[in-house]
């Protein structure tokens, strides 16, 4: 992504990315996809794409007379966005959804659907107090439970950061109880935690595995055929039929778990499997292994 010198104010930011987004992965953009996904008049979103051309990308995109529209230059190169398929897909999805929620809302997009999966539900009062405790560094009264310890226990926690891990949201924080830095789902909260005036002694900078990174060669279930396992390294663009992933190490185990790898056993269906960890070691928990292993599960 290149680095502009001035702040970009982040409606337009939206606007931008939308722009490279659309013309990249659908071929032609026009006035209408910015109108229709942002409310704003034409004038305002043909100023959006001029200056977009003129201050962030110049070259990126041409105007082509037959289509009416935008369409990628030969040397397209993303300035706002990653320039992967994803970020079509989850416009797709968060335009879908608000044609969903917005029944009246044309938004000009191709029809897409998205799976609906019920939301762990979450108090705004809960989110409130562990956002105010995350970013003004202060600790956290909380009443905690989870699969594998029932029974409601009261700690005080000392947040660093919300994370999404793709099927819900966990705060990573320090826990006086246990004396370490562990994940908590926020859906698991008993009662609203208290965000305490008192500020926190232990900060990101002090939590080990949130700190170091560890890269994770992922391979084919060698169980598969080779036509098999062929597929699969092209699915996931890997070179010699591997693919390398490098993460925090507290992270880790999500990123396993959304590729359906576990550390501790095998799927009996190499199907169902699909990937395996060719560097388990790798992960470097040491004494920490069996809580790494167990992170998940923890939270669900």
Known sequence: MKKTDWPIRWDLLLRYRLIE???????????????????????????????????????NLI??????????????????????????????????????????????LPGSTVVQAPDRVIAPETMRAVVAATRHGRQLRASYVSLSRPEAAESILEPHTLVSDGNGWHLRAWCDSNREFRDFALNR??????ALRIKAKHTRDQDEDWNRDVTMVLTPDPRLTEAQQ????????????????????????????????????????PLVQQLELANPDALGFGSKRERALKAVAGLR
Not at 87 to 97: G, I, T
Not at 189 to 194: L, N, V
Not at 234 to 239: K, L, P, Q
Not at 261 to 269: E, G
């Open 21 to 59: 987004t659309i013309a990249l992965w659908e071929g032609r953009l026009t006035t209408n996809h910015i109108c229709h996904s942002f409310g704003i008049g034409r004038q305002q979103a043909s100023k959006d794409i001029n200056t977009y051309l003129r201050e962030l990308a110049p070259g």
């Open 63 to 108: 105007y082509d007379r037959h289509l009416k529209g935008y369409v990628p230059a030969k040397k397209f190169s993303p300035v706002v966005t990653r320039g992967v398929a994803s970020e079509y897909l989850d416009l797709l999805a968060s335009q879908q959804n608000l044609s969903h929620t917005f029944e009246a809302l044309n938004l000009g």
């Open 189 to 194: 909260f008993q009662r609203i935690p208290e």
């Open 230 to 269: 062929a597929i699969i390294a092209s699915d996931y663009g890997m070179e010699s039929g591997r693919l390398e992933i490098t993460t925090r190490a507290a992270l880790a185990p999500y990123v396993l778990s959304r590729l359906g790898i576990t550390l501790d056993n095998q799927h009996p269906d």
